[in-house]
């Protein structure tokens, strides 16, 4: 079993769909802050675009996390992802409890998250670390597999296989955002990893009419309960076995999320807008690591200026004109430190780092 999509266009359209990932998680969290500042509501938070940002970064870690196992060796592979995967975390962490401190007073690091450890509760911090969770465990799946031989796809499938029949159900959000040892063994979420993998048996997409019609479905898949929610139509709904009280939940969404994975897999990204999305891809782990603590500060200052008599859409605009930038200074800064580390501990490689530093990095 191989994966044997290759070339230079993949990696830039998969580093934009990152980009377009990390933008969604963005903007997910973005009602947060302002709703604490105007008590107001939003349509976004009905939208689950984070859910989609997240769901991405679980397909294209599944298919680029297997396609390059077989290039390295149990320890060097261990290695390589312990350290793109923990710096960043580790600061993000402190800076988060900085802010906090700044809010509230209160200064609180947990051991929890600085190492993923699975508690079953949320810790006290603003680093939304609970996905990172499941990527260290399926990390840890891919070295397992590893050890036991040198073509481990078989062995990767079949155990997550085996954890998507045999995790809860009914689907419960807060199992799966605070998982326990057991709930993240046996996770809903391996089915993510599941299709990002499968991406690699699909056959190759030719024409920008298909990797559009292609990338569309998926968007669709993804988002047939919120259509149907938010427009109010009863017959854009799925059946009851595909629903989250159904004997197969979130599968349809991650099959509409490893589809707009194998669409971005030959997106020419030569254009401007391509280039941009590209760009955010680089930048696109601290911006998640960092962007929540960024919009809290950003809206608590507002606060005390005395800004929260503002309308509710303006506020959440100036929200984000406020909180990008940090968020982005933490990405370059993830960016820069990860292509030193690149560097040092393989002195022969120089190159430049397209498509290997991304939220749930992938190289």
């Not at 963005?26 to 009905?46: E, K, M, R």
Request: with cysteine; aromatic share 14%.
């Amino acid at each position: 079993m191989a994966i044997s999509h290759s070339g230079k266009k993949r990696n830039q359209g998969l580093q934009a769909l990152r980009g377009i990932a990390a933008l969604l998680v963005f903007v997910h969290h973005l009602p947060w802050p302002t709703n604490i500042l105007t008590g107001g509501s939003s349509i976004i938070q009905q939208m689950e675009l984070g859910g989609a940002g997240v769901a991405v970064f679980f397909a294209l870690s599944g298919y680029l996390m297997v396609h390059k196992v077989s290039l390295s060796s149990p320890t060097n592979f261990l290695i390589d992802r312990s350290r793109r995967i923990y710096p960043s975390l580790w600061l993000a962490l402190i800076l988060a409890a900085f802010s906090v401190w700044l809010m509230k007073g209160v200064f609180v690091l947990e051991a929890a998250p600085f190492f993923l450890m699975p508690t079953g509760k949320q810790a006290f911090t603003d680093v939304p670390y609970w996905t990172l969770i499941y990527e260290v465990g399926f990390y840890l799946l891919v070295f397992g597999s590893l050890l036991v031989s040198r073509k481990p796809v078989t062995i990767i499938v079949l155990a997550l296989l085996g954890s998507y029949a045999l995790a809860a159900r009914p689907y419960v959000w807060t199992d799966v955002a605070f998982p326990t040892w057991y709930s993240l063994t046996f996770s809903l979420m391996s089915i993510n990893f599941l299709t990002g993998i499968a991406v690699g048996w699909m056959p190759r997409l030719k024409g920008w009419l298909s990797i559009v019609v292609v990338g569309l479905l998926g968007a669709f898949l993804y988002w047939i309960p919120q259509i149907g929610n938010l427009t109010h139509t009863a017959w854009i709904a799925l059946p009851h076995m595909f629903t989250e009280d159904g004997l197969f939940p979130r599968l349809i969404k991650a099959v509409g999320c490893g589809l707009v994975v194998w669409s971005a897999i030959y997106w020419n990204t030569s254009g401007l807008l391509g280039r941009t999305l590209s760009w955010f891809g680089d930048l696109s782990y601290g911006i998640y690591l960092i962007h929540i603590s960024s919009m809290l500060l950003a809206g608590h200052y507002l606060g005390v200026l005395g800004l929260n008599g503002l309308p509710y859409y303006l506020t959440m605009a100036i929200i984000a004109v406020i909180s990008l930038p940090p968020a982005m200074a933490f990405g370059w800064l993830d960016w820069w430190t990860h292509g030193k580390f690149k560097s040092f501990f393989n002195p022969g490689s120089r190159r430049r780092l397209s498509g290997k530093s991304a939220m749930h990095p992938q190289h």
